[in-house]
């Protein structure tokens, strides 16, 4: 298998045999890619997780929005939570196979009390910020931190409307 087309499995495979990890933080160089069946696999071998960060430069399309639905079901410890995902609105058979991928399907009124942060990485599509807004407000209903940017004009409104319509965000502090 060439660097190229490595998957990011293919690296954290090993760490998987160790349940008791609360904090990772992955930051992965060249063309790896990371994806829903990914998240859920590390998921479900680490659900003590408190902090969870994945970055890989240059990825390319990330795993989708359901794969914070999958840490909310796993992880019931997470706090922050970092990764790249793509936030379009995903079609029916994207649906069905993040649900097909899990060996139990998170349902789909998961809630992750305990999560304070969200930091969505990279440069993040959005299609749909209502629908986008409505799932990380159910999902997270204590969050206190989100991030997400894109580079498109458009979309960074959009990610803006997404910010904006989470009730119990901090506020940041003008210094004078």
Partial sequence: MTMESEGIMEIVRPLLRIPILQMVSLELEGHLRVNDADIVAMTE??????????????????????????????????????????????SISDRNHILQVSTSNPPPDVVSNTMRGVKLLGNVGITDPEWVSSRIRSLFPHLQYFEAHAWDPSMAKMWEQVRRSIPHLKRKRRVR
């Fill in 45 to 90: 071998a680490w659900n003590e997780l408190r902090f969870f960060r994945v970055w890989c430069h240059k990825s390319g399309k990330g795993p989708s929005l359901d794969s914070l639905a999958v840490c909310a079901a796993k992880c019931p410890y997470l706090r922050h939570l970092e990764l790249p995902i793509d936030a379009s609105k995903p």
